[in-house]
């Protein structure tokens, strides 16, 4: 009922910034994607919650690794969840993807629609 796109990653040295944007088609309503999400997931580690924000923008969570660094944002017009990334550091190498779901949870498996990734390689 949802597709999600990921677009964005690219390599990057540390201390610069990428903006992730992740956009949404087909059934787009308030419900299939009143939260939406970023993971990101290195090989061999299990996949890892980045930052999930609401509908409205009124709530956003993120992971400590990230909090101060990365910003989500939405454009329900557009459909597209957004990432600013700052200040990034080679640990934040990863592949990201982008999540929707019915509500604003932490955990991967509260999630029902799933791009397939964008990678983001940090590193000098």
């Known amino acids: 009922q949802v597709q999600l796109e990921e677009s964005g990653g690219g390599l990057v040295q540390p201390g610069g910034s990428l903006r992730l944007s992740c956009t949404a088609s087909?059934?787009?309503?308030?419900?299939?994607?009143?939260?939406m999400a970023w993971f990101r997931q290195v090989l061999g580690k299990e996949r890892e919650f980045v930052a999930t924000?609401?509908?409205?923008?009124?709530?956003?969570y993120y992971s400590d690794s990230v909090k101060g660094r990365f910003t989500i944002s939405r454009d329900n017009a557009k459909n597209t969840v957004f990432l600013q990334m700052d200040n990034l550091e080679p640990e934040d190498t990863a592949v990201y993807y982008c999540?929707?779901?019915?509500?604003?949870?932490?955990?991967?498996?509260?999630?029902?629609?799933w791009g397939q990734g964008t990678r983001v390689t940090v590193s000098s």
């Open positions: 999540a929707s779901g019915r509500q604003v949870v932490l955990g991967a498996g509260g999630y029902e629609y």
């Open positions: 087909g059934h787009t309503g308030s419900t299939n994607i009143y939260a």
């Open positions: 924000i609401s509908w409205s923008g009124g709530r956003s």
